[in-house]
Nanobody, 121 residues
Framework: QVQLVESGGGLVQPGGSLRLSCAAS????????MGWYRQVPGKERELVAL???????NYPDSMKGRFTISRDHAKKTVFLQMNSLKPEDTAVYYC???????????????WGKGTLVTVSS
């Protein structure tokens, strides 16, 4: 069984910063890609940042320069540093990881339950 747990969400004023974390636990053999998505009620989930297993990073244009994804392999954790936050960044943020467990041969995408980020004055 694999669990991804996000933390670090909350209320922040426009222009402020937050750092999200997502830690994986369970019977994990290996982790490849890691990423963050976000979703506003009534809208589709959208990509925030993606890091491949070899470290290449992809950000949508609207996130470039403000958001930074990083990872700690040993701790099975991915981070999202968010700066210069805007009200339109308000959303539930989800982490995802490509994981191979000891029980299943093959890569599976796992998701956390999300953490709410609210940007408001």
């Amino acid at each position: 069984q694999v669990q991804l747990v996000e933390s670090g969400g909350g209320l922040v004023q426009p222009g402020g910063s937050l750092r999200l974390s997502c830690a994986a636990s369970g019977s994990i053999f290996s982790i490849r890609g890691m990423g963050w998505y976000r979703q506003v009620p009534g809208k589709e989930r959208e990509l925030v940042a993606l890091m491949s297993g070899v470290g290449s990073i992809n950000y949508p244009d609207s996130m470039k320069g403000r958001f930074t994804i990083s990872r700690d392999h040993a701790k099975k954790t991915v981070f999202l540093q968010m700066n210069s936050l805007k009200p339109e960044d308000t959303a539930v943020y989800y982490c995802t990881m490509e994981i191979m467990t000891y029980a299943v041969s093959g890569w599976v995408n796992y998701w956390g339950k999300g953490t709410l980020v609210t940007v408001s004055s």
